[in-house]
């Protein structure tokens, strides 16, 4: 699913549906979440012909709702839909048999007893899909996720924010509870993209949580230096340690596969980081230095105040110091490039001057260009004519064996 599979087209009516279905079909999208549809009563339509089919969820009025369009191939691959309210529903996919609710959490202002109400149902309808089943809990959970260590694996590195908010602890919660994971803050990109709500004056923006999934689909463990076990004793420490840390038998036959799992998983992760040490790779472009971070802020600070007051003068500012990141960038991406050039030629220099070395039978180097010529000449004429015997080379002496002299 991509990474904002939520649409909020407000109103569902027959204008709303061709406009909506018109901006989803050039995607190549197969199912895609509904929220404030503003609709009341909870319904399955087709339009174009059974090409696009509609799952509502509506409510005693015509605010909110929540609900599903599945368009193409996933026509087929729908199982089941149930809607809960006005503010969740869940479509059940055949393949690996996916159970999507989507949800749309009150947002922070509202009192705690709607909020509590409102997990209370989540958790009783995720509660209610198969066990064996994947589930994907799509959404606006009006959450603020920050960026606290104690927290992970729970939630990523890439936030936007740097603290959370009530609900955003009410959202980690529910995930850590369930073995979930938010992936909306394992995606790395930049900060101007993460922004999902901006409000109207363009200064304060916030990223709302939108999607959360089992845990197994994280990339959550580190990644460890195993070429340290080249050395013998760093292996035999490992080992060791290894040996030390892991259950007895006696322990793991007095509880259950799952449990035995997690203490040898533990265990494991555990000898690694003491013995192995995490793996660090080297930064992808070695010539981005000092300048380049300077000249990005630079940029980064313009744009902010060219959002925040759109003038002409603030436009004019921008691109200046867009144009002269730009510029820096590529000056100091080929001077990297020269220099790599240079590294390559010299290398082959180096290759050159070792081939136009030899050593003579006694193992001595001949560095005398002269020389090295005769010698290779020496080595061609015995592996091609053969040896020199009294003189005669070997094509004259097959010359005379064969006239019978």
Not at 46 to 64: C, I, M, P, W, Y
Request: glycine share 6%.
């Amino acid at each position: 699913m991509p990474d904002r599979p939520i649409h909020k087209p407000r109103s569902l009516n027959s204008v709303g549906d061709r406009i909506l279905l018109e901006q989803l079909e050039p995607h190549k999208f197969g199912i895609v979440a509904l929220q404030e549809i503003c609709r009341k009563v909870e319904k399955v339509w087709e339009v174009r012909d059974g090409k696009a089919q509609f799952h509502q969820s509506g409510g005693a009025t015509n605010e909110l709702g929540t609900g599903f369009v599945v368009l193409g191939r996933m026509l087929d691959r729908v199982i089941n839909w149930k809607a809960m309210n006005e503010k969740m529903c869940v479509l059940s996919i055949k393949g690996r048999f996916y159970n999507c609710p989507v949800v749309h959490c009150p947002h922070e202002g509202r009192p705690d007893d709607e909020k509590e109400a409102f997990y209370a149902q989540l958790e009783a309808t995720y509660d209610s899909c198969s066990p064996r089943d994947i589930k994907i809990v799509i959404g606006d959970m009006n959450a603020q996720i920050g960026r606290k260590a104690m927290y992970r694996p729970v939630i990523g590195p890439c936030s936007l924010h740097t603290d959370t908010n009530d609900n955003g602890q009410r959202c980690i919660n529910f995930a850590a509870s369930r073995g979930l994971v938010i992936r909306s803050t394992f995606f790395s990109r930049k900060d101007i993209h993460k922004a999902t709500w901006r409000s109207p004056d363009n200064i304060q923006q916030t990223k709302l949580t939108t999607s959360s999934s089992k845990a197994d689909f994280s990339q959550t463990s580190l990644t460890y230096a195993p070429c340290a076990l080249k050395d013998p004793q760093a292996a035999e420490n490992y080992a060791h340690l290894l040996d030390e840390a892991l259950p007895s038998s006696g322990e793991l036959n007095a509880s259950n596969l799952e449990d035995d799992w997690s203490k040898i998983s533990f265990a494991i992760e555990e000898t690694a980081t003491a013995v192995l040490g995490e793996e660090t790779t080297s930064p992808r472009n070695d010539w981005f230095d000092g300048e380049c971070q300077q000249a990005m802020e630079r940029s980064k600070t313009a744009r902010k105040n060219y959002l925040s007051i759109a003038t002409r003068k603030n436009l004019a500012k921008y691109r200046r110091a867009r144009n002269k990141l730009i510029t820096i960038l590529r000056r100091k991406k080929r001077q990297q490039e020269d220099r790599d050039r240079d590294e390559q030629n010299n290398y082959f220099k180096l290759m050159i001057r070792a081939s136009s070395m030899r050593r003579d039978e006694e193992g001595n180097l001949i560095t005398s260009e002269r020389e090295v010529v005769d010698k290779w000449q020496q080595f061609f004429d015995k592996r091609l004519n053969g040896e020199i015997v009294d003189g005669v080379p070997p094509t004259s002496r097959r010359s005379s064996e064969k006239s019978g002299c």
